[in-house]
């Protein structure tokens, strides 16, 4: 269909108009397709741009801890300083607006949100988000809100968009992909949703940086928005079921402890009781179980104490890792 060349930098215009109309019907989300969507290389293009868009240096970002790396690292690369703000288990990883407001200070620009969450799999509550919200109004910050699980959510869990929250939309930089919800993430396809004035300013950016995402890769995702919605609701239900069977195989692991994740594919078990740093329970599991989970300080040192499982393959190997975890935990005994 011809579709081999340069498109728009802010992606091709069916492209943007399918996201609309999603963002209207799933997001409760209002947007202009001509100005506040744009195309980007997966939702960590859409983060680096929104990070280079809005960060001066010396600007101040507020980062969840535990959280996805890369943030910290976009962070430093477009010249800000990130500032973690600590998610606890106690909260149920719910971040905590008081803990927040402690580290806003006067060089405060903006806080990431993410949910649901990667490590921790929490799906932030209403009245989480709409205490996020009132913050941010109050404080004058963007809010950069992460929604690469959106779809991933599992028993009475809900997910709601930061933006779709009054006063919001344009101080939110709502962040999607199709890299989760429809496991393209080779594709290397996303979308970055903001008011218009950012959005130009991330378009800029993008010329600059990689012109545009690949052009066969947003015909791709228009497919996907477009078409038939079973094939996720058939992946989502067999996360749910992976979820059980790793809820299941880790209850009969005495001394792990953990919340169920209501969200993503991860979950976020508590092994501070055998004594050992994340790191070195990690590398005691690849060596002794020959089992790879990631520690839980990869994701900033309040992740220390906890490890984090993904639980993305296949039930089979699923279980034989359960079996093959259970097994090096009780020679710790
Ligand atoms: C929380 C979170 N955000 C963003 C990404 C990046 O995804 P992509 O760039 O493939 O959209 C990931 C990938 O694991 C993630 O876990």
Redesign the pocket.
């Known amino acids: 269909k011809g579709y081999t060349h340069y498109t728009s930098n802010k992606g091709l215009a069916e492209f943007r108009e399918a996201v609309a109309q999603k963002l209207k019907s799933e997001n409760h989300m209002d947007v202009d397709p001509e100005t506040e969507v744009m195309a980007t290389?997966?939702?960590?293009?859409?983060?680096s741009l929104a990070m280079l868009t809005i960060i001066d240096p010396g600007d101040e970002i507020l980062i969840p801890s535990p959280?996805?790396a890369?943030y910290r690292s976009q962070v430093l690369m477009a010249g800000g300083k990130p500032v973690p703000y600590r998610l606890k288990e106690d909260d149920a990883f719910q971040p905590d607006i008081e803990e927040i407001s402690n580290v806003i200070t006067g060089r405060t620009k903006a806080m990431v949100i993410?949910s649901p969450?990667?490590p921790t799999g929490a799906v932030l509550s209403n009245d989480v988000l709409k205490e996020i919200a009132d913050l941010a109004i109050e404080r004058n910050l963007i809010v950069i809100s992460?929604e690469?699980?959106e779809r991933i959510i599992y028993e009475n869990a809900h997910h709601v968009s930061l933006a779709s929250l009054p006063g919001m939309m344009h101080r939110t930089i709502s962040?999607f992909?199709?890299?989760?919800t429809y496991a393209m993430?080779g594709w290397?396809?996303?979308y970055a949703v903001a008011d218009e004035a950012i959005i130009s300013e991330m378009t800029k950016l993008q010329e600059h940086l990689v012109a545009h995402p690949s052009s066969i890769s947003q015909i791709a995702a228009i497919a996907a928005l477009t078409g038939p919605d079973c094939y996720v609701k058939r992946m989502i239900n067999e996360y749910a079921e992976r979820r059980r069977i790793m809820i299941q195989g880790l209850s009969n692991i005495s001394g792990i402890r953990f919340l169920k994740p209501m969200g993503?594919f991860y979950i976020f078990p508590n092994v501070s009781i055998f004594q050992m740093s994340s790191r070195e329970f990690t590398m005691y599991l690849l060596e002794n179980a020959r089992v790879i989970v990631v520690p839980g300080t990869a994701f900033g040192r309040f992740g220390e104490g906890y490890i984090r499982i993904s639980y993305s393959i296949s039930r089979e190997r699923l279980k034989e890792a359960l079996e093959r975890i259970a097994e090096s935990v009780e020679k710790l005994k």
Do not use: Q
């Open positions: 290389v997966g939702s960590m293009g859409a983060l959280g996805y890369n993410n969450s990667n992460d690469a699980y962040i992909t199709f890299s989760k993430t290397r396809i996303g993503a």
